[in-house]
């Protein structure tokens, strides 16, 4: 897989603040006072996005204490044991990341973030699965330089979401024909349309801009949540 070109954010900007009013998913908790399965994948998977360059600076671990904080469950405690779940599973790609071309490390970050996000990722809202992602990219982008390796990265990443949830459409389409001739005809008449894009790669690009382009003003904060609720 070829990288695209990273690119440099304006100086002084603050991810962590740009990021702090969005909410993770708030989903499957295990308990009152941890972090639950579905925030704790999120987490996971940025602090593996913050590892793929090589290294993981003091801004990073700002950017992952801020999220963790947003989590319901959030205990400091229960952040603690979160940050060390999550260097355990970027440590290796970390490691990786120092000997490995694109394309494998590509495929390990994959590998490591489908074993990280629970089976329920997918069936969240589509606000929700925005939301992660646009986490994801700022995590990336908060060390100052999104580098070509997190963007291939997370573009590989939009793309097996994407294809799951497709082929998780059609399946249900195919039951559904089978069981109602009503829902037969409807797919007819509504042109054969089998799935909606949760996150499209022209999301994850106005993603970037905001964060690039606004930093942690007011008007990117707007601005990505108008796009998130798209």
């Known amino acids: 897989m070829q990288a695209e070109v990273g690119f440099t954010i304006i100086p002084g900007m603050n991810i962590a ?11 499957a908790l295990i308990c009152r006072d941890r972090i639950g399965k579905t925030d704790l994948g999120i987490l996971k998977v940025a602090f593996m996005v ?5 290294d993981v600076t003091d801004a990073e671990y700002d950017v992952f204490d801020a999220l963790a ?12 044991e979160a940050l060390d779940a999550a260097m355990r599973s970027a ?55 999104y580098s070509a390796r997190e ?24 039951r559904s024909l ?9 797919c007819v008449s509504a042109g054969g349309k089998k799935s909606v894009a949760l996150v499209t790669k022209d999301f994850v690009a106005r993603v970037e801009a905001l964060a690039a ?13 108008a796009l998130i609720k798209s």
């Open 91 to 145: 440590g290796y790609l970390l490691l990786l990341s120092k000997r490995a071309t694109n394309a494998e490390l590509v495929k390990a970050f994959i590998r490591e973030a489908k074993a990280a996000l629970p089976d329920g990722f997918v069936n969240l809202s589509i606000a929700e699965i925005r939301q992660a992602f646009s986490m994801w990219i700022a995590v990336g982008m908060s060390d100052g330089d």
């Open 50 to 54: 913050a590892a793929l360059d090589g």
């Open 151 to 174: 963007r291939a990265c997370i573009e590989a990443l939009r793309k097996t979401f994407a294809e799951t949830t497709i082929r998780q459409a059609d399946a249900a389409m195919e």
């Open 17 to 27: 603040k740009f990021i702090s009013r969005f909410p993770l998913s708030g989903r």
């Open 69 to 80: 904080k947003k989590s319901r469950g959030y205990t400091p405690e229960g952040a603690a």
């Open 213 to 225: 382009k606004f930093g942690d003003s007011a008007t990117a904060e707007k601005e990505l949540k």
């Open 178 to 186: 089978l069981l109602s001739p009503a829902m037969r005809a409807a």
